[in-house]
């Protein structure tokens, strides 16, 4: 087994960024909203951008948002509405009609400078109401929201999915396992943080998997595992970073999040939502150090 030195963890007032917020299953459902809560509670300024409705399964499709000809999901902002707007008792809160990808955008080039003056620190999209394992990745709206935060926009981005759940609204009572992936991606947020700039290798995000909440039911029940997203193709794919005595070839999301209480950490390439190369797998596994374990 190898693992590189720890990452010395920072004062929580050091840790503190500015992230961009977005999701596939629309703004107004409990997952984004408890993400919130969780990245608030640690200390970061976030800002939702947002589809209003539901775009799950819609990649990285972008257009133009336009006026809304229905209430937006869950009632949340009625008939007519504008092609973009807010919680009218939460500003931070914001919705595009329009799909992932835009509405990421749109909070990247409007949002940013009225509450960060000026690019976010970091995007993070999800959790995802449903997994986003292997080729999910290609038409996940909450993915592709991630990857043109970082290859388009230059930002270091984190795609986050859930096994558990379905789709509810922001004001219904928050499950358990709401709380719990909200709590996990504050996790990894703050470790990808702590570990320094650039939190991110240039071109890449990070896709992280959280499986089934029925056994494990608290943050602490759970281990972070380096996986690759696709199954690798003998003489096509190319080697993986060296680790947990792996033979340069890293377990499959699938199969980490099938082990139990294990969250997948995959390195994918933003410009195609591959695999990255070993090497950009290993600066992220230098990165997180000790936070990441080996599958028994």
Known sequence: MHFPLAVVVLPLAAQAVNIISSNDDGWAEKNIRTLYDSLTAAGHSVV???PAEN???TGSLDEDPTQLTEACEFDSCPVGSPAVGNNATQ????????????SIKHGIQNLSTTYFNGNPDLAVTGPNVGSNLGVANAISGTVGAA?????????????FSGASGSAIAWDDPTPAYATLYAELSAKVVNRVVAAGTPYLPEGVYLNVNFPKADECTSVDDFKFVLSRIYTAVPLFSGDDVETCGNDKRLPTETKVTGAGCYVSISVGNASNKRDADATLQAEVLNKLGDFLTCLP
């Open 48 to 50: 939702i951008s947002a």
């Open 147 to 159: 990857c043109y935060a970082a290859h388009d926009a230059g930002i270091p981005a984190i795609a």
């Open 91 to 102: 500003p931070r809160w914001n919705y595009v009609n329009s799909f992932p990808v835009t």
């Open 55 to 57: 775009k799950s399964g």
